[in-house]
Protein backbone atom coordinates (compact mmCIF):
# COMPACT_ATOMS: atom_id res chain seq x y z
CA UNK A 1 0.00 0.00 0.00
CA UNK A 2 1.11 3.53 -1.13
CA UNK A 3 1.71 6.23 1.53
CA UNK A 4 -0.74 8.04 -0.19
CA UNK A 5 -3.33 5.19 0.39
CA UNK A 6 -2.21 4.55 4.08
CA UNK A 7 -2.86 8.23 4.65
CA UNK A 8 -6.69 8.20 2.69
CA UNK A 9 -7.27 4.91 4.31
CA UNK A 10 -6.12 6.18 7.70
CA UNK A 11 -7.98 9.63 7.90
CA UNK A 12 -11.20 8.08 6.17
CA UNK A 13 -11.36 5.40 9.67
CA UNK A 14 -10.80 8.90 12.01
CA UNK A 15 -13.75 10.44 13.19
CA UNK A 16 -12.85 13.34 11.11
CA UNK A 17 -13.61 11.61 8.10
CA UNK A 18 -16.52 9.97 9.19
CA UNK A 19 -17.64 13.85 9.96
CA UNK A 20 -16.85 15.05 6.35
CA UNK A 21 -18.71 11.57 5.18
CA UNK A 22 -15.44 10.40 2.87
CA UNK A 23 -15.94 7.17 1.33
CA UNK A 24 -15.11 4.26 3.55
CA UNK A 25 -15.57 5.80 6.78
CA UNK A 26 -18.78 4.19 7.70
CA UNK A 27 -20.93 7.79 7.22
CA UNK A 28 -24.59 7.71 7.00
CA UNK A 29 -23.91 8.90 3.17
CA UNK A 30 -20.82 8.59 2.26
CA UNK A 31 -19.52 10.26 -1.10
CA UNK A 32 -18.30 8.26 -3.50
CA UNK A 33 -14.50 8.21 -4.69
CA UNK A 34 -13.78 10.54 -1.75
CA UNK A 35 -10.06 10.70 -0.56
CA UNK A 36 -8.56 12.99 1.82
CA UNK A 37 -5.14 14.14 -0.24
CA UNK A 38 -7.46 14.66 -3.48
CA UNK A 39 -9.62 17.07 -1.12
CA UNK A 40 -6.29 18.66 -0.12
CA UNK A 41 -5.04 18.65 -3.78
CA UNK A 42 -8.69 20.23 -4.82
CA UNK A 43 -9.18 23.35 -2.59
CA UNK A 44 -5.44 24.50 -3.63
CA UNK A 45 -6.57 24.03 -6.66
CA UNK A 46 -10.20 26.37 -6.09
CA UNK A 47 -7.43 28.46 -4.00
CA UNK A 48 -5.27 29.28 -6.76
CA UNK A 49 -8.40 29.86 -9.53
CA UNK A 50 -9.53 32.17 -6.83
CA UNK A 51 -6.43 33.79 -5.30
CA UNK A 52 -6.69 36.49 -8.42
CA UNK A 53 -9.95 38.11 -5.68
CA UNK A 54 -7.04 39.05 -3.53
CA UNK A 55 -5.42 42.24 -5.53
CA UNK A 56 -8.57 42.21 -7.46
CA UNK A 57 -10.87 42.52 -4.79
CA UNK A 58 -8.72 45.34 -2.64
CA UNK A 59 -7.88 47.53 -6.14
CA UNK A 60 -11.53 47.75 -6.64
CA UNK A 61 -12.62 49.16 -3.25
CA UNK A 62 -9.73 51.23 -2.78
CA UNK A 63 -10.98 53.25 -5.52
CA UNK A 64 -13.55 54.34 -3.39
CA UNK A 65 -10.83 55.93 -1.20
CA UNK A 66 -11.63 54.01 1.84
CA UNK A 67 -11.80 56.31 4.82
CA UNK A 68 -9.48 58.57 2.90
CA UNK A 69 -10.37 62.05 2.98
CA UNK A 70 -9.84 64.92 0.36
CA UNK A 71 -10.98 68.11 -0.21
CA UNK A 72 -12.44 67.89 -3.97
CA UNK A 73 -11.56 71.03 -6.43
CA UNK A 74 -12.47 72.58 -10.19
CA UNK A 75 -8.81 71.62 -10.97
CA UNK A 76 -9.08 67.94 -9.57
CA UNK A 77 -12.69 66.78 -8.80
CA UNK A 78 -11.83 63.47 -7.90
CA UNK A 79 -8.22 64.16 -5.85
CA UNK A 80 -6.48 62.05 -8.86
CA UNK A 81 -3.68 64.19 -8.60
CA UNK A 82 -3.33 64.54 -4.60
CA UNK A 83 0.00 62.71 -3.90
CA UNK A 84 -0.84 62.36 -0.53
CA UNK A 85 -4.51 61.43 -1.00
CA UNK A 86 -3.50 58.80 -3.46
CA UNK A 87 -0.58 57.60 -0.76
CA UNK A 88 -3.55 56.91 1.58
CA UNK A 89 -5.38 55.13 -0.92
CA UNK A 90 -2.17 52.99 -1.84
CA UNK A 91 -1.96 52.07 1.61
CA UNK A 92 -6.01 51.19 2.36
CA UNK A 93 -5.33 48.65 -1.15
CA UNK A 94 -2.58 47.23 1.10
CA UNK A 95 -5.34 46.92 3.85
CA UNK A 96 -7.70 45.14 2.20
CA UNK A 97 -5.35 42.82 0.26
CA UNK A 98 -5.13 41.58 4.22
CA UNK A 99 -8.95 42.16 4.55
CA UNK A 100 -10.03 39.80 2.09
CA UNK A 101 -7.51 37.12 2.58
CA UNK A 102 -8.13 37.15 6.04
CA UNK A 103 -12.17 37.34 5.01
CA UNK A 104 -12.03 34.38 2.17
CA UNK A 105 -10.12 32.00 5.12
CA UNK A 106 -12.56 32.25 8.00
CA UNK A 107 -15.60 32.20 5.82
CA UNK A 108 -14.21 29.04 3.30
CA UNK A 109 -13.27 27.40 6.42
CA UNK A 110 -16.47 28.24 8.33
CA UNK A 111 -18.37 26.71 5.86
CA UNK A 112 -16.60 24.00 5.06
CA UNK A 113 -16.70 22.90 8.78
CA UNK A 114 -20.83 23.85 8.86
CA UNK A 115 -21.86 22.69 6.13
CA UNK A 116 -19.68 19.94 4.49
CA UNK A 117 -19.47 21.45 1.28
CA UNK A 118 -16.77 22.40 -1.32
CA UNK A 119 -17.44 25.70 -2.42
CA UNK A 120 -14.48 28.59 -1.04
CA UNK A 121 -16.37 31.95 0.05
CA UNK A 122 -14.74 35.35 -0.60
CA UNK A 123 -15.41 38.84 -1.78
CA UNK A 124 -17.71 38.72 -4.73
CA UNK A 125 -17.00 40.24 -8.49
CA UNK A 126 -19.82 42.48 -8.98
CA UNK A 127 -20.70 43.30 -5.76
CA UNK A 128 -17.57 44.58 -5.12
CA UNK A 129 -18.10 47.09 -8.31
CA UNK A 130 -21.49 48.18 -7.53
CA UNK A 131 -19.90 49.06 -3.95
CA UNK A 132 -17.56 51.14 -5.34
CA UNK A 133 -18.58 53.05 -8.28
CA UNK A 134 -22.48 53.26 -7.15
CA UNK A 135 -22.70 53.27 -3.95
CA UNK A 136 -19.68 55.25 -2.52
CA UNK A 137 -18.59 56.25 -5.96
CA UNK A 138 -14.64 56.50 -7.56
CA UNK A 139 -12.79 58.15 -4.76
CA UNK A 140 -15.56 58.77 -2.40
CA UNK A 141 -17.79 61.14 -4.89
CA UNK A 142 -21.01 59.04 -4.33
CA UNK A 143 -23.57 60.24 -2.47
CA UNK A 144 -23.08 57.52 0.52
CA UNK A 145 -19.55 57.31 2.54
CA UNK A 146 -17.45 54.63 2.58
CA UNK A 147 -18.31 53.66 6.71
CA UNK A 148 -22.51 54.05 5.67
CA UNK A 149 -21.83 51.70 2.77
CA UNK A 150 -19.91 48.97 5.04
CA UNK A 151 -22.49 49.28 8.21
CA UNK A 152 -25.44 48.83 5.32
CA UNK A 153 -23.56 45.34 4.12
CA UNK A 154 -23.16 44.28 7.73
CA UNK A 155 -26.83 44.64 8.24
CA UNK A 156 -27.42 42.72 5.54
CA UNK A 157 -25.69 39.67 6.58
CA UNK A 158 -27.74 40.01 10.20
CA UNK A 159 -30.94 40.34 7.29
CA UNK A 160 -29.38 37.45 5.69
CA UNK A 161 -29.02 35.29 8.87
CA UNK A 162 -32.50 35.66 9.54
CA UNK A 163 -33.76 35.08 6.01
CA UNK A 164 -32.08 31.38 6.51
CA UNK A 165 -32.71 30.54 9.79
CA UNK A 166 -36.34 31.05 9.11
CA UNK A 167 -36.04 28.71 6.17
CA UNK A 168 -36.98 31.33 3.59
CA UNK A 169 -33.73 31.06 1.43
CA UNK A 170 -34.06 27.64 1.07
CA UNK A 171 -37.52 27.58 -0.29
CA UNK A 172 -36.60 30.44 -2.54
CA UNK A 173 -34.25 27.72 -3.95
CA UNK A 174 -36.31 24.66 -3.72
CA UNK A 175 -38.73 26.66 -5.97
CA UNK A 176 -37.23 27.43 -8.24
CA UNK A 177 -38.09 25.28 -11.48
CA UNK A 178 -35.89 22.14 -12.13
CA UNK A 179 -34.78 23.33 -15.69
CA UNK A 180 -33.50 27.02 -14.65
CA UNK A 181 -31.65 25.67 -11.88
CA UNK A 182 -29.69 23.38 -14.52
CA UNK A 183 -29.59 26.56 -16.35
CA UNK A 184 -27.73 28.47 -13.57
CA UNK A 185 -25.15 26.18 -14.00
CA UNK A 186 -24.01 26.28 -17.50
CA UNK A 187 -24.65 30.57 -17.30
CA UNK A 188 -22.26 30.12 -14.59
CA UNK A 189 -20.44 28.06 -17.21
CA UNK A 190 -20.66 30.72 -19.60
CA UNK A 191 -19.91 33.75 -17.42
CA UNK A 192 -17.01 31.50 -15.90
CA UNK A 193 -15.69 31.59 -19.59
CA UNK A 194 -16.45 35.02 -20.32
CA UNK A 195 -14.29 36.21 -17.10
CA UNK A 196 -11.04 33.71 -18.02
CA UNK A 197 -11.20 35.31 -21.76
CA UNK A 198 -11.06 38.76 -20.91
CA UNK A 199 -8.20 41.31 -19.59
CA UNK A 200 -8.66 41.82 -15.61
CA UNK A 201 -8.70 38.23 -14.45
CA UNK A 202 -8.71 35.90 -17.74
CA UNK A 203 -5.99 36.03 -20.70
CA UNK A 204 -7.48 38.90 -22.53
CA UNK A 205 -8.34 37.29 -25.70
CA UNK A 206 -11.60 39.68 -25.77
CA UNK A 207 -11.51 43.17 -25.21
CA UNK A 208 -14.49 46.07 -25.58
CA UNK A 209 -15.41 47.12 -28.94
CA UNK A 210 -17.59 50.25 -28.86
CA UNK A 211 -19.71 49.08 -32.26
CA UNK A 212 -20.04 45.37 -31.21
CA UNK A 213 -19.69 46.00 -27.53
CA UNK A 214 -17.06 43.05 -27.37
CA UNK A 215 -14.23 41.92 -29.97
CA UNK A 216 -11.07 39.86 -29.91
CA UNK A 217 -8.91 41.78 -28.34
CA UNK A 218 -5.03 40.52 -27.02
CA UNK A 219 -3.55 43.67 -27.81
CA UNK A 220 -0.47 44.76 -26.05
CA UNK A 221 -1.09 47.01 -23.37
CA UNK A 222 0.00 50.05 -24.96
CA UNK A 223 -2.38 49.52 -27.94
CA UNK A 224 -5.19 50.14 -25.42
CA UNK A 225 -7.35 53.27 -25.11
CA UNK A 226 -7.94 54.58 -22.51
CA UNK A 227 -11.28 52.80 -22.26
CA UNK A 228 -10.14 49.74 -23.07
CA UNK A 229 -10.65 49.70 -26.62
CA UNK A 230 -7.86 48.06 -28.87
CA UNK A 231 -6.66 50.19 -31.25
CA UNK A 232 -3.86 48.14 -32.87
CA UNK A 233 -2.28 45.15 -32.50
CA UNK A 234 -4.71 42.41 -32.52
CA UNK A 235 -3.74 39.08 -31.43
CA UNK A 236 -0.12 40.32 -30.59
CA UNK A 237 0.30 40.06 -26.90
CA UNK A 238 2.19 37.60 -25.17
CA UNK A 239 0.59 37.43 -22.32
CA UNK A 240 -2.78 36.07 -24.21
CA UNK A 241 -0.44 33.39 -25.77
CA UNK A 242 0.90 32.10 -22.44
CA UNK A 243 -2.94 32.39 -21.41
CA UNK A 244 -3.48 30.11 -24.28
CA UNK A 245 -0.44 27.86 -23.81
CA UNK A 246 -2.00 27.06 -19.79
CA UNK A 247 -5.08 25.80 -21.96
CA UNK A 248 -3.35 23.86 -23.71
CA UNK A 249 -1.58 22.54 -20.74
CA UNK A 250 -4.50 21.72 -19.02
CA UNK A 251 -6.55 19.90 -21.81
CA UNK A 252 -3.71 17.51 -22.70
CA UNK A 253 -2.80 16.91 -18.82
CA UNK A 254 -7.26 16.50 -18.70
CA UNK A 255 -7.11 14.32 -21.41
CA UNK A 256 -4.15 11.77 -20.08
CA UNK A 257 -6.02 12.08 -16.31
CA UNK A 258 -3.22 13.70 -14.45
CA UNK A 259 -4.18 14.17 -10.98
CA UNK A 260 -3.66 18.09 -10.72
CA UNK A 261 -3.79 19.33 -14.47
CA UNK A 262 -5.15 22.48 -13.19
CA UNK A 263 -2.90 23.53 -10.98
CA UNK A 264 0.00 22.76 -12.32
CA UNK A 265 -0.78 24.64 -15.32
CA UNK A 266 -1.69 27.70 -13.15
CA UNK A 267 1.51 27.41 -11.04
CA UNK A 268 3.65 27.06 -14.41
CA UNK A 269 2.55 30.25 -16.23
CA UNK A 270 2.49 32.32 -12.99
CA UNK A 271 5.83 31.02 -12.36
CA UNK A 272 7.23 31.55 -16.10
CA UNK A 273 5.73 35.26 -15.74
CA UNK A 274 7.60 36.31 -12.47
CA UNK A 275 11.22 37.21 -14.43
CA UNK A 276 11.51 41.12 -15.15
CA UNK A 277 13.14 40.80 -18.10
CA UNK A 278 10.41 38.91 -20.04
CA UNK A 279 8.10 40.61 -22.63
CA UNK A 280 5.53 38.70 -20.91
CA UNK A 281 6.71 39.48 -17.52
CA UNK A 282 3.68 40.16 -14.88
CA UNK A 283 6.10 43.39 -13.29
CA UNK A 284 6.96 45.22 -16.27
CA UNK A 285 9.77 48.67 -15.94
CA UNK A 286 6.54 51.51 -15.28
CA UNK A 287 5.35 53.31 -11.96
CA UNK A 288 2.86 50.24 -11.10
CA UNK A 289 4.89 47.47 -11.81
CA UNK A 290 7.65 48.58 -9.77
CA UNK A 291 5.10 49.36 -6.96
CA UNK A 292 4.14 45.34 -7.60
CA UNK A 293 7.73 43.87 -7.73
CA UNK A 294 8.65 45.76 -4.76
CA UNK A 295 5.45 44.14 -3.15
CA UNK A 296 6.03 41.10 -4.53
CA UNK A 297 10.13 40.99 -3.29
CA UNK A 298 8.92 41.65 0.22
CA UNK A 299 7.42 37.89 0.52
CA UNK A 300 6.42 37.58 3.82
CA UNK A 301 4.57 40.40 5.13
CA UNK A 302 1.88 41.21 7.42
CA UNK A 303 -0.10 44.95 6.90
CA UNK A 304 -1.88 46.52 9.36
CA UNK A 305 -5.52 47.44 8.55
CA UNK A 306 -5.53 50.90 10.48
CA UNK A 307 -7.57 52.34 7.10
CA UNK A 308 -10.52 49.23 7.20
CA UNK A 309 -10.61 47.64 10.09
CA UNK A 310 -14.18 47.76 12.10
CA UNK A 311 -14.93 51.59 10.08
CA UNK A 312 -19.11 51.89 10.50
CA UNK A 313 -21.35 54.28 10.08
CA UNK A 314 -24.64 53.39 11.33
CA UNK A 315 -26.81 56.51 9.89
CA UNK A 316 -28.85 55.01 7.80
CA UNK A 317 -31.18 58.20 7.61
CA UNK A 318 -30.68 58.97 3.80
CA UNK A 319 -32.65 57.37 0.73
CA UNK A 320 -29.66 56.10 -1.04
CA UNK A 321 -28.25 54.02 2.31
CA UNK A 322 -31.55 52.39 2.16
CA UNK A 323 -31.46 51.55 -1.90
CA UNK A 324 -28.03 50.21 -1.60
CA UNK A 325 -29.09 48.26 1.10
CA UNK A 326 -32.20 46.83 -0.65
CA UNK A 327 -29.62 46.25 -3.73
CA UNK A 328 -27.47 44.35 -2.37
CA UNK A 329 -30.13 41.95 -0.49
CA UNK A 330 -31.80 41.24 -3.38
CA UNK A 331 -28.64 40.50 -5.65
CA UNK A 332 -27.06 38.45 -3.16
CA UNK A 333 -30.06 36.51 -2.60
CA UNK A 334 -29.80 36.04 -6.33
CA UNK A 335 -26.33 35.61 -6.81
CA UNK A 336 -25.71 33.03 -3.74
CA UNK A 337 -28.85 30.85 -4.20
CA UNK A 338 -27.98 30.28 -7.77
CA UNK A 339 -24.08 29.83 -7.09
CA UNK A 340 -24.58 27.44 -4.04
CA UNK A 341 -27.08 25.47 -6.01
CA UNK A 342 -25.05 25.05 -9.26
CA UNK A 343 -21.97 24.31 -7.31
CA UNK A 344 -23.82 21.32 -5.36
CA UNK A 345 -25.46 20.02 -8.81
CA UNK A 346 -21.87 20.02 -10.25
CA UNK A 347 -20.46 18.09 -7.05
CA UNK A 348 -24.03 15.76 -7.01
CA UNK A 349 -25.18 16.76 -3.77
CA UNK A 350 -29.12 18.05 -4.63
CA UNK A 351 -31.81 15.72 -4.30
CA UNK A 352 -35.15 15.18 -5.87
CA UNK A 353 -36.64 18.03 -3.66
CA UNK A 354 -34.41 20.49 -5.52
CA UNK A 355 -32.58 21.10 -2.08
CA UNK A 356 -28.82 19.91 -1.62
CA UNK A 357 -27.10 18.24 1.54
CA UNK A 358 -26.59 20.91 4.58
CA UNK A 359 -28.21 23.77 2.87
CA UNK A 360 -29.89 25.71 6.00
CA UNK A 361 -26.13 25.73 7.19
CA UNK A 362 -24.39 26.88 4.42
CA UNK A 363 -26.98 29.51 3.77
CA UNK A 364 -26.41 30.70 7.31
CA UNK A 365 -22.82 30.59 7.49
CA UNK A 366 -22.75 32.79 3.85
CA UNK A 367 -24.78 35.19 6.03
CA UNK A 368 -22.18 35.98 8.60
CA UNK A 369 -19.50 35.77 6.05
CA UNK A 370 -21.37 39.06 4.47
CA UNK A 371 -21.14 40.58 8.08
CA UNK A 372 -17.55 39.50 8.32
CA UNK A 373 -17.03 41.10 5.26
CA UNK A 374 -18.17 44.29 6.05
CA UNK A 375 -16.06 44.26 9.66
CA UNK A 376 -13.00 43.88 7.38
CA UNK A 377 -13.81 46.73 5.13
CA UNK A 378 -15.27 44.90 2.11
CA UNK A 379 -18.41 44.39 0.28
CA UNK A 380 -20.27 41.18 0.64
CA UNK A 381 -18.63 37.84 0.46
CA UNK A 382 -20.08 35.02 -1.57
CA UNK A 383 -19.95 31.96 -3.37
CA UNK A 384 -17.40 31.63 -6.04
CA UNK A 385 -17.89 29.84 -9.24
CA UNK A 386 -14.48 28.76 -8.98
CA UNK A 387 -14.93 26.86 -6.65
CA UNK A 388 -16.05 24.36 -9.74
CA UNK A 389 -12.52 24.03 -10.60
CA UNK A 390 -11.75 22.03 -7.22
CA UNK A 391 -14.91 19.66 -7.71
CA UNK A 392 -13.77 18.84 -11.14
CA UNK A 393 -10.45 18.02 -9.41
CA UNK A 394 -12.75 15.29 -6.92
CA UNK A 395 -13.79 17.61 -4.27
CA UNK A 396 -16.91 16.74 -2.65
CA UNK A 397 -16.44 17.88 0.86
CA UNK A 398 -15.67 20.21 3.56
CA UNK A 399 -12.33 19.33 3.26
CA UNK A 400 -12.22 21.02 0.42
CA UNK A 401 -13.28 24.40 1.31
CA UNK A 402 -10.79 23.77 4.15
CA UNK A 403 -7.93 23.83 2.42
CA UNK A 404 -9.36 26.78 0.26
CA UNK A 405 -8.91 28.80 3.61
CA UNK A 406 -5.72 27.22 4.87
CA UNK A 407 -4.40 28.97 0.88
CA UNK A 408 -6.04 31.86 2.48
CA UNK A 409 -4.56 31.54 5.98
CA UNK A 410 -1.16 31.70 4.58
CA UNK A 411 -1.58 34.27 1.78
CA UNK A 412 -2.01 36.25 4.94
CA UNK A 413 1.83 36.33 5.25
CA UNK A 414 2.61 35.81 1.80
CA UNK A 415 0.10 38.22 0.19
CA UNK A 416 3.38 39.83 -1.96
CA UNK A 417 3.08 35.99 -3.75
CA UNK A 418 -0.29 35.68 -3.86
CA UNK A 419 -1.14 38.61 -4.87
CA UNK A 420 1.09 37.98 -7.89
CA UNK A 421 -0.69 35.51 -9.74
CA UNK A 422 -0.91 36.98 -13.05
CA UNK A 423 -4.81 36.80 -14.56
CA UNK A 424 -3.54 34.56 -17.50
CA UNK A 425 -2.35 31.88 -15.40
CA UNK A 426 -5.75 31.55 -13.83
CA UNK A 427 -7.74 32.43 -16.66
CA UNK A 428 -7.38 29.22 -18.76
CA UNK A 429 -8.96 27.43 -15.69
CA UNK A 430 -12.38 29.76 -16.07
CA UNK A 431 -12.30 29.01 -19.16
CA UNK A 432 -11.60 25.03 -19.01
CA UNK A 433 -14.47 24.34 -15.68
CA UNK A 434 -17.15 26.67 -17.70
CA UNK A 435 -16.98 24.03 -20.39
CA UNK A 436 -17.37 21.43 -18.00
CA UNK A 437 -20.32 22.96 -16.03
CA UNK A 438 -22.29 23.45 -19.76
CA UNK A 439 -22.09 19.61 -20.07
CA UNK A 440 -25.60 19.91 -18.01
CA UNK A 441 -27.09 22.03 -20.94
CA UNK A 442 -28.58 18.42 -22.39
CA UNK A 443 -30.79 17.85 -19.58
CA UNK A 444 -32.21 20.86 -20.13
CA UNK A 445 -35.79 20.41 -20.76
CA UNK A 446 -35.45 21.64 -24.48
CA UNK A 447 -38.92 19.74 -26.18
CA UNK A 448 -41.60 22.43 -23.56
CA UNK A 449 -40.91 25.90 -24.96
CA UNK A 450 -42.14 26.70 -21.36
CA UNK A 451 -39.17 24.89 -19.66
CA UNK A 452 -36.85 25.89 -22.78
CA UNK A 453 -36.99 29.49 -23.08
CA UNK A 454 -36.88 30.68 -19.84
CA UNK A 455 -33.92 28.51 -19.45
CA UNK A 456 -32.32 29.76 -22.27
CA UNK A 457 -32.61 33.50 -21.05
CA UNK A 458 -31.24 32.17 -17.85
CA UNK A 459 -28.28 30.88 -19.19
CA UNK A 460 -27.98 33.68 -21.88
CA UNK A 461 -28.50 36.78 -20.02
CA UNK A 462 -26.05 35.55 -17.62
CA UNK A 463 -22.80 35.88 -19.56
CA UNK A 464 -24.15 38.96 -21.27
CA UNK A 465 -25.19 41.34 -18.25
CA UNK A 466 -22.10 40.26 -16.10
CA UNK A 467 -24.10 39.00 -13.60
CA UNK A 468 -25.64 35.53 -12.00
CA UNK A 469 -28.37 37.72 -9.97
CA UNK A 470 -30.04 39.39 -13.60
CA UNK A 471 -29.55 35.91 -15.08
CA UNK A 472 -31.22 34.39 -12.08
CA UNK A 473 -33.96 37.25 -12.18
CA UNK A 474 -34.36 36.97 -16.61
CA UNK A 475 -35.14 33.09 -16.40
CA UNK A 476 -38.29 33.00 -13.14
CA UNK A 477 -39.63 36.38 -14.52
CA UNK A 478 -39.71 35.01 -18.25
CA UNK A 479 -41.13 31.57 -16.30
CA UNK A 480 -43.79 32.59 -14.72
CA UNK A 481 -44.62 35.11 -17.76
CA UNK A 482 -45.27 32.63 -20.26
CA UNK A 483 -46.32 29.74 -17.89
CA UNK A 484 -48.87 31.67 -15.99
CA UNK A 485 -50.66 33.50 -19.20
CA UNK A 486 -50.73 29.56 -20.39
CA UNK A 487 -52.79 28.55 -17.14
CA UNK A 488 -55.11 31.25 -17.58
CA UNK A 489 -56.03 30.79 -20.95
CA UNK A 490 -56.30 26.95 -19.49
CA UNK A 491 -58.33 27.86 -17.13
CA UNK A 492 -60.42 30.37 -18.39
CA UNK A 493 -61.71 28.30 -21.36
CA UNK A 494 -62.18 25.61 -19.20
CA UNK A 495 -59.60 23.19 -20.78
CA UNK A 496 -60.86 23.93 -24.64
CA UNK A 497 -57.25 25.87 -25.57
CA UNK A 498 -54.08 24.37 -23.97
CA UNK A 499 -50.51 22.99 -25.27
CA UNK A 500 -49.05 19.94 -25.56
CA UNK A 501 -48.47 19.29 -21.39
CA UNK A 502 -46.55 15.70 -22.60
CA UNK A 503 -43.34 17.22 -22.72
CA UNK A 504 -43.81 19.54 -19.80
CA UNK A 505 -41.27 19.07 -16.87
CA UNK A 506 -42.98 18.20 -13.59
CA UNK A 507 -40.26 19.72 -10.89
CA UNK A 508 -42.97 21.20 -8.69
CA UNK A 509 -44.47 17.77 -7.04
CA UNK A 510 -40.97 16.75 -5.15
CA UNK A 511 -39.91 20.54 -4.51
CA UNK A 512 -43.21 21.35 -2.76
CA UNK A 513 -43.26 17.89 -1.38
CA UNK A 514 -41.18 19.33 1.93
CA UNK A 515 -43.48 21.76 4.40
CA UNK A 516 -42.09 25.33 4.33
CA UNK A 517 -41.09 26.22 8.13
CA UNK A 518 -38.12 25.11 9.32
CA UNK A 519 -36.94 21.68 11.00
CA UNK A 520 -36.52 23.98 14.37
CA UNK A 521 -40.03 25.43 14.58
CA UNK A 522 -41.55 22.44 13.42
CA UNK A 523 -40.34 20.71 16.31
CA UNK A 524 -40.68 23.42 18.91
CA UNK A 525 -44.91 23.01 17.44
CA UNK A 526 -44.95 19.34 17.69
CA UNK A 527 -43.57 19.66 21.25
CA UNK A 528 -45.92 22.37 22.54
CA UNK A 529 -48.93 20.03 21.24
CA UNK A 530 -47.26 17.61 23.24
CA UNK A 531 -46.55 15.55 19.94
CA UNK A 532 -43.62 13.29 19.38
CA UNK A 533 -41.82 14.68 15.92
CA UNK A 534 -39.56 12.57 13.95
CA UNK A 535 -36.42 14.08 12.45
CA UNK A 536 -35.67 11.63 9.68
CA UNK A 537 -38.92 12.59 8.24
CA UNK A 538 -36.93 15.26 5.85
CA UNK A 539 -34.12 13.08 5.01
CA UNK A 540 -32.55 13.84 1.53
CA UNK A 541 -34.08 11.51 -1.50
CA UNK A 542 -30.72 11.34 -3.65
CA UNK A 543 -31.12 9.96 -7.31
CA UNK A 544 -28.09 7.64 -6.09
CA UNK A 545 -29.89 6.12 -2.97
CA UNK A 546 -30.97 3.39 -5.29
CA UNK A 547 -29.48 1.76 -8.66
CA UNK A 548 -29.83 4.49 -11.24
CA UNK A 549 -31.78 2.90 -14.20
CA UNK A 550 -31.03 6.32 -16.40
CA UNK A 551 -31.54 6.10 -20.35
CA UNK A 552 -29.65 8.35 -22.19
CA UNK A 553 -30.41 8.73 -26.16
CA UNK A 554 -28.21 8.52 -28.26
CA UNK A 555 -27.74 11.98 -30.33
CA UNK A 556 -26.33 10.52 -33.49
CA UNK A 557 -29.94 8.58 -34.08
CA UNK A 558 -33.10 10.22 -35.33
CA UNK A 559 -34.99 11.09 -32.71
CA UNK A 560 -38.45 10.51 -35.48
CA UNK A 561 -36.89 6.53 -35.60
CA UNK A 562 -38.56 3.65 -33.75
CA UNK A 563 -35.79 1.44 -33.22
CA UNK A 564 -33.55 3.85 -31.81
CA UNK A 565 -29.97 3.30 -29.64
CA UNK A 566 -29.67 3.91 -26.29
CA UNK A 567 -27.62 3.78 -23.45
CA UNK A 568 -28.51 2.67 -20.03
CA UNK A 569 -26.43 3.60 -16.61
CA UNK A 570 -26.94 0.89 -14.26
CA UNK A 571 -24.65 2.00 -11.07
CA UNK A 572 -22.35 3.31 -12.76
CA UNK A 573 -21.33 1.22 -15.68
CA UNK A 574 -22.88 1.74 -19.51
CA UNK A 575 -24.90 -0.96 -21.20
CA UNK A 576 -26.26 -0.09 -24.89
CA UNK A 577 -29.64 -1.03 -24.95
CA UNK A 578 -32.79 -0.90 -27.43
CA UNK A 579 -35.88 0.84 -27.13
CA UNK A 580 -38.78 1.11 -28.90
CA UNK A 581 -41.21 3.37 -27.06
CA UNK A 582 -39.40 4.30 -23.51
CA UNK A 583 -38.34 7.93 -22.71
CA UNK A 584 -36.98 9.28 -19.86
CA UNK A 585 -34.76 12.55 -18.56
CA UNK A 586 -31.61 12.27 -17.07
CA UNK A 587 -31.61 14.71 -14.28
CA UNK A 588 -28.31 15.26 -12.62
CA UNK A 589 -24.41 13.26 -13.57
Known amino acids: MAWTDKINDYVAHSKAGKYFQLEHSGAKRERKGTKFLTEIRAGLTTFFAMAYIISVNAAIISDSGGTCECIFTEADPVCDLNPDYMACVYQVKLDLIMGTAIIAMISSIFLGLAANLPIGLAPGMGLNAYFTYTVVGYHGSGNVSYETALAAVFIEGILFLALSIFGIRQWLARIIPMSIKIAMGCGIGLYLCFIGLQTSAGIGLVTLDKSTLVGLGACPKEALSAEGVCQFGRMTSGTTYMGLLGLLI ?57 HVLGKFNFDLTGKDIWIALITFLYVDIMDTTGTMYSMANYGGFTDKAGDFEHSTYAFMTDAVAVSISACFGSSPCTAFVESGAGISEGGRTGITAISVGFGFFVSIFFSPIFASFPPWSTGPALIVVGSMMLSGVRNINWDYPGDAIPAFITLAVMPFTYSIAYGVIGGIFSYILINGFVYLVDKLSGGRIQPDYSQREDWWTSALSRPFLPTWIRYLVAKAKGQEFDFSQDGYDFEDDEPKHVVVEDSHHDHGKSNSSREMIVDNHVHETTSYDSKSFNEKH
Open 250 to 306: MGILLLYRVRGAILISIIFIAITSWPRNSSVTYFPHTVSGDMMFDFFKNVVSVHKMD
